[in-house]
């Protein structure tokens, strides 16, 4: 074996989805023969021309893709040292990365003859990513959705129902996004003839992990030819928010064999990684478990029951994190910090006054991170950071947050 | 030959169908889950399936969702659990004690622990529905070897290729799910699951049990008679919702088995 593949840190998942000793197919019975037909069907679809060529065209003509790479002159000069850029993937169609993954899933779904497209979603981001495709393609889409975030993402939740899609409040266990993946799930072993689940993130059982993040990758790709064509060279520092790590992924695994570029993944702190159930920092506050169908760090307590999470970002409210994640944390090919509430609310605002762009939640974490950074490093280091999505969504709970009302 | 074993041997010459009982341990609290555990034997039951609470139970429906959350609020654990079952074995030897629950609280507490805990608290067997056998490795053959059966489900979904790999490590008995779907839910056709359970055992020996859906004496009696037992648990554990005494529960559990052995 040549050393360049032998030392990869691409090569994974191994043939039983496993990367390192996280992944893996914990899932019952009846859902087996499903996974296992949708490698069969990914593995496939993976090496034939015809579907990346209907996935570039509707990345092109649907998405608005490649998005921008964007310098972030004055943010730069505020923070005074390393260069930002920022990759713009908030201003593709539906405002976040979640629909690059979507359109895979979806293309993959019509090949295999699915007609009813089910989705579990958290902000809400990517039940209108998949409420969306289904409704350019004609498919039955029901979206399962806490009903805790239902009433947080009022907006989205009509975006959805204007899209065509049925949303599901869901109130077992606590109503917030893991319970909305296992309703899913339980969706999807009652409906396995018919009905293609659509997962969100780079988590869930092999082949999904794996899946979402060769959908979400191009982004990275993107990232890697611009910043050739804007400085040269590579950055030197990778940086992206982590709920369950679609856009992290994405960003992150081209560049996983660039072994000087530094990766940094940034989890949501909430009110404080040392305080019990306030935050959603799988690995810097939990440890490893199964949920879901994959081995991975999860935010549990001592007797193997999953905590809740919180952070005011719906989208990264996840007590699990990708595996692929799990795995570059441990063999500490890629970093991974806490940003809490009040920080990113301020990278949020700052963003604003600096650069024009109202960030989401979520990438506000990513932001925050850059702030910290940027102006302890040498005014020519470089660092890329994925602006994964838009605010739009997210003003109703800042204005709360800053105690605004916005009827008054 | 485990108690399991046992169980289904003495029943085969006894010419009858098994009925199984499923409970969620600390429902609603430790001291009335114990009750109740104590007295299904008595109320005709021959394989008791212990429910262990977990927070995420993927492949339940909500009656036995809330039934965890009832037990976790009340401050059941694994070590709990194992507990119970222990309590149970100090005063019945041969009714076999089946745990089945999702891996991560077993994970979390580490497998040779766990292993060797749930063998001295009397456990038989084991069903663990998010383990299946591509992840064998994990649970299933370190459990055969210290001495648990390890059940596997069998469902609509396992087709004639995949079959084999289910069969493949399996013991004790085969649950087959009668339906596509969660616990508690739909009923299964008995002309649909008589095919099924037929194609089964074409390829192994062990005894079939059908469960998923079944509620009532008469659906009990259908089912048995389809395979060589059958099970029952949400039904069972919605009575416990209602908050019905536990004699109550087990006249109906009576009722149930009734059922089953009238097959």
């Known amino acids: ?14 043939e039983n989805g496993r990367f390192g000793d996280f992944g893996g197919r914990f899932v019952s019975e009846t859902l087996m023969p499903l996974i296992l037909e949708l490698e069969r069907q990914y593995e496939h679809a993976k090496t034939d021309q015809s579907f990346w060529d209907e996935m570039q065209d509707l990345w092109t003509h649907y998405v608005g893709r490649p998005s921008p790479l964007y310098f972030a002159e004055r943010l730069t000069e505020h923070l005074g040292g390393a260069k930002v850029y920022l990759k713009r993937d908030e201003l593709n169609h539906t405002g976040a990365h979640k629909i690059n993954n979507v359109l895979g899933q979806i293309i993959l779904a019509r090949r295999m003859g699915k007609k009813r497209i089910i989705a579990e979603t958290g902000a809400g ?9 289904c409704a350019k393609f004609g498919l039955q889409c029901v979206v399962y959705m806490g009903a805790h975030d239902v009433e947080r993402q009022a907006p989205n939740v009509f975006r959805m129902r204007l899209l065509g899609a049925e949303v599901v409040p869901v109130t077992s266990g606590r109503g917030t996004l893991k319970d909305a993946m296992n309703d899913a799930l339980r969706d999807w072993v009652t409906n396995v003839r018919d009905t293609f689940y659509c997962i969100g993130t780079v988590a869930g ?29 590579l950055p030197d520092t990778l940086v992206a928010a982590i709920g369950g790590g679609s856009n992290a992924m994405g960003l992150f695994y081209p560049f996983l064999d660039d072994k000087d570029v530094q990766i940094i993944g940034v989890e949501a702190g909430g009110k404080g990684v040392d305080v019990e159930m306030q ?32 952070s005011i970002s719906a989208g990264l409210d996840y007590p699990g994190i990708g595996p692929e994640h799990s795995w570059l944390h441990d063999i500490g090919r890629a970093e991974y910090v806490a940003i809490t509430d009040a920080e990113a609310l301020e990278a949020f605002q700052l963003c604003c006054a600096m650069e024009g762009i109202i960030p989401a939640l979520e990438p506000s974490h990513a932001l925050a991170h850059v702030t910290k950074i940027a102006p302890e490093l040498p005014r020519d280091h470089i660092i890329c950071m994925n602006m994964c999505g838009r605010g739009d969504k997210d003003i109703f709970t800042v204005a709360k947050a800053l105690g605004i009302d916005m009827n008054g | 030959m485990t108690r399991i074993d046992d ?17 969620m341990a600390g429902d609603p609290d430790y001291a009335r889950s114990l009750q109740l555990v104590k007295g299904l034997p008595g109320a005709g039951v021959d394989i008791i399936e212990l429910g262990l609470p977990f927070t995420d139970p993927m492949a339940d429906g909500g009656t036995i969702q809330l039934a965890g959350q009832r037990a976790l609020e009340a401050g059941m654990t694994l070590q709990k659990t194992l507990q119970l079952a222990r309590e149970f074995r100090a005063e019945d030897s041969t009714t076999p004690l089946v745990l089945m629950g999702y891996y991560n609280p077993i994970y979390s507490r580490g497998v040779d622990k766990f292993l060797h805990d749930a063998k001295q608290a009397g456990i ?36 004639d290729a995949r079959l084999p790999t289910v069969l493949t490590n399996t013991s004790g008995f085969v649950y087959y799910v009668s339906i596509t779907g969660i616990t508690g839910s739909a009923a299964p056709k008995a002309p649909e699951v008589a095919p ?3 194609r089964i055992k074409a390829r192994t020996d062990l005894p079939v049990v059908i469960g998923f859906g079944i509620r009532t ?24 919702a209602e908050g019905k005494p536990v004699e109550e529960i087990l006249a109906f559990v009576s009722r149930l088995a009734e059922g089953a052995h009238g097959a």
């Open chain 1, 125 to 133: 981001q990517h039940g209108v990513a998949t409420a969306t495709v």
């Open chain 2, 217 to 240: 004496p008469e659906a009990a009696r259908e089912m048995a008679a389809a395979a060589d037992g059958c099970v029952v648990g949400s039904a069972i554990v919605s009575e416990m």
């Open chain 1, 1 to 14: 074996m040549p050393d360049e593949l032998f030392n990869s840190f691409m090569t994974g998942p191994d």
């Open chain 1, 205 to 233: 059982p092999h082949p999904y992990p794996a899946m979402v993040r060769d959908f979400q990758a191009i982004i990275g790709k993107e990232a890697k030819e611009q910043m050739q064509a804007a400085e040269g060279r």
């Open chain 1, 279 to 310: 935050h959603c920092a799988s690995l810097t506050g939990g440890r490893p478990g199964v949920l879901h169908g994959n081995r991975t760090y999860l935010l549990q307590d001592d007797d193997g029951q999953i905590l809740e999470g919180f």
């Open chain 2, 7 to 23: 169980t289904f041997a003495a029943l085969r010459s006894e010419g009858r169908r098994a009925f199984v009982a499923y409970v």
């Open chain 2, 196 to 198: 099924e359970v037929a």
């Open chain 2, 124 to 159: 038989d067997g084991l069903i663990i529905v998010d383990l299946p056998p591509e992840e064998d490795h994990e649970l299933c053959l370190p459990a055969q070897e210290a001495g648990l059966n390890f059940i596997r489900l069998a469902t609509p979904t396992t087709d």
